[in-house]
């Protein structure tokens, strides 16, 4: 599904050049759940923000189901990050002021949708166990289940791959848990391609397979235990 050849990344230019990725190439099937792991600057972020097309490379191809994604119009690649990809990052970033409900279905606004999207918003909330609080603000919300909001707004548009940079980090053990569970009865039910960015190595148990990044680039890549 995903294909990736030689893929570099140079932040600035001159003698500020900090080279991030160094040639990484992988391939993910669709239908994983990957960890991306490494050491910090090891250059996590930098491949994922370039997978979900919120960056660019400064060099190397990328291929999803043999579409060039680094020559996209402006409309294609915009059509990618709102309907193809979901994102859930470290911070949940759920608007305040706005019921929980809300949150979950505006990136399905405007998308001539809007026959079901609350509907479906409901789904996914009850599918993340929040049905119960989907009147609430967000800030009414603990971390844990702001997350879960979060993980339930980024499936609203029915993306096909998820993208998340340290969706636990900021979490307690027991509500990390219960949103890799989350992630993993997601794979395992839709199916749903997640890459993820941890750099705690006890998610490894969550995932089919790990890349290792070291300095720029893959040091390892297998599948886990789990698998
Ligand atoms: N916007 C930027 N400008 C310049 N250098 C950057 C920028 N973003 C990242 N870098 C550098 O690129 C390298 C890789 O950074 P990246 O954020 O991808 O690492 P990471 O593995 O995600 O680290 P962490 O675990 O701390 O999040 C680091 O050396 C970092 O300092
Ligand atoms: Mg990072």
């Known amino acids: 599904m ?17 080279p991030a990725l160094k040639g990484i190439a992988l391939s993910v099937e669709q239908g994983e759940f990957v960890a991306i792991m490494g050491r910090s600057g090891s250059g996590k972020s930098t491949l994922l923000h370039i997978l979900g097309l919120l960056d660019s490379p400064t060099q190397g191809e990328f291929r999803i189901q043999g579409t060039d994604m680094l020559r996209l119009s402006d409309t294609d690649e915009a059509r990618y990050r709102l309907e193809e990809f979901g994102y859930v990052f470290q911070e949940f970033s759920l608007l305040p002021g706005m019921s929980v409900l809300e949150n979950v279905y505006v990136p399905a606004l405007g998308l001539g949708r809007n026959n079901g999207f609350k509907k479906r918003a409901t789904e996914l909330l009850r599918t993340v ?7 609430h603000d967000p800030t009414e919300l603990s971390g844990g289940e702001q997350q879960r909001a979060a993980v339930a707004r980024a499936l609203i548009n029915r993306p096909k791959i998820l993208f998340a940079d340290e969706p636990t980090a900021s979490l307690d053990l027991a509500s990390a848990r219960v949103v890799l569970d989350l992630f993993r009865r997601l ?3 839709l199916k749903l391609t997640i890459i993820m960015v941890t750099h705690e190595p006890d998610d490894a148990q969550y995932v089919d397979r790990v890349i290792w990044l070291k300095d720029g680039l893959i040091a390892d890549d297998g599948p886990t235990a789990s698998k």
Request: glycine share 12%.
């Open 2 to 18: 995903i294909e990736v050849r030689n893929l570099h990344k140079v932040y600035g230019r001159g003698p500020a050049a900090t």
């Open 129 to 135: 166990g929040l049905v119960d609080r989907m009147k």
């Open 187 to 189: 794979n395992n039910e």
